[in-house]
T-cell receptor, first 111, second 116 residues
Framework: DAGVTQSPTHLIKTRGQQVTLRCSPKSGHDTVSWYQQALGQGPQFIFQYYEEEERQRGNFPDRFSGHQFPNYSSELNVNALLLGDSALYLC??????????FGDGTRLSIL | AQSVAQPEDQVNVAEGNPLTVKCTYSVSGNPYLFWYVQYPNRGLQFLLKYITGDNLVKGSYGFEAEFNKSQTSFHLKKPSALVSDSALYFCAVRDITEGGANNLFFGTGTRLTVIP
């Protein structure tokens, strides 16, 4: 039974570029959340998708956007990258409001 | 608003000794509390949760946590530490506002080092 999978594992971008990160939820899960974990910090909630719609959003600018597909997989898009966007981006899935299961993350570095 | 605080950035304990990682929380209603562990270059692994019921919650890998409503604490414990327990531990509280999703608010983490 595959858990939450994220791609790519690592990514290097330059300021001003755009990036797309991908997440496949654990089998049987229908809800996907995205978190940003800066170095030395705890994860911070970006947004959550359920039934292909954004259900809730944390305190992140509109440069951060997402999408959920009919197969429950999800993408996180970040436009106009800033140096401060360098972080580990974590995807978590759950069945409804059950416990969240996390992937290993995508390490994004901005040069 | 919900928040958690982990007052210790670093906890060191000798192998075989009991360990405690501290967490206090702030919520407007009843708390849903969680502990996760993170190993280097990995995501977060779920250890245990408190929703309701017994104040002592048992979780994975021999860990347990004690919920104390009067002290608004949810400390993580293990009777006998292993070197392999060395990792970063996060306490989290769930947003339970009406209509809210199940997103989590995390503490800043506590690095546990078990000394052989």
């Amino acid at each position: 039974d595959a858990g939450v999978t994220q791609s790519p594992t690592h990514l290097i971008k330059t300021r001003g570029q755009q990036v797309t990160l991908r997440c496949s939820p654990k089998s049987g899960h229908d809800t996907v959340s995205w978190y940003q974990q800066a170095l030395g910090q705890g994860p911070q909630f970006i947004f959550q998708y359920y039934e292909e719609e954004e259900r809730q959003r944390g305190n992140f600018p509109d440069r951060f956007s997402g999408h959920q597909f009919p197969n429950y997989s999800s993408e996180l898009n970040v436009n106009a990258l800033l140096l401060g966007d360098s972080a580990l981006y974590l995807c978590a899935s759950s069945l409804g409001v059950g416990p969240q299961h996390f992937g290993d993350g995508t390490r994004l570095s901005i040069l | 608003a919900q928040s958690v605080a982990q007052p210790e950035d670093q906890v060191n304990v000798a192998e075989g000794n009991p360990l405690t990682v501290k967490c206090t929380y702030s919520v407007s209603g009843n708390p849903y509390l969680f502990w996760y562990v993170q190993y280097p270059n990995r995501g977060l692994q779920f250890l245990l949760k408190y929703i309701t019921g017994d104040n002592l919650v048992k979780g994975s890998y021999g860990f347990e946590a004690e919920f104390n409503k009067s002290q608004t604490s949810f400390h993580l414990k293990k009777p006998s530490a292993l070197v392999s327990d060395s990792a970063l531990y996060f306490c989290a509280v769930r947003d339970i506002t009406e209509g809210g999703a199940n997103n989590l608010f995390f503490g800043t983490g506590t690095r546990l080092t078990v000394i052989p």
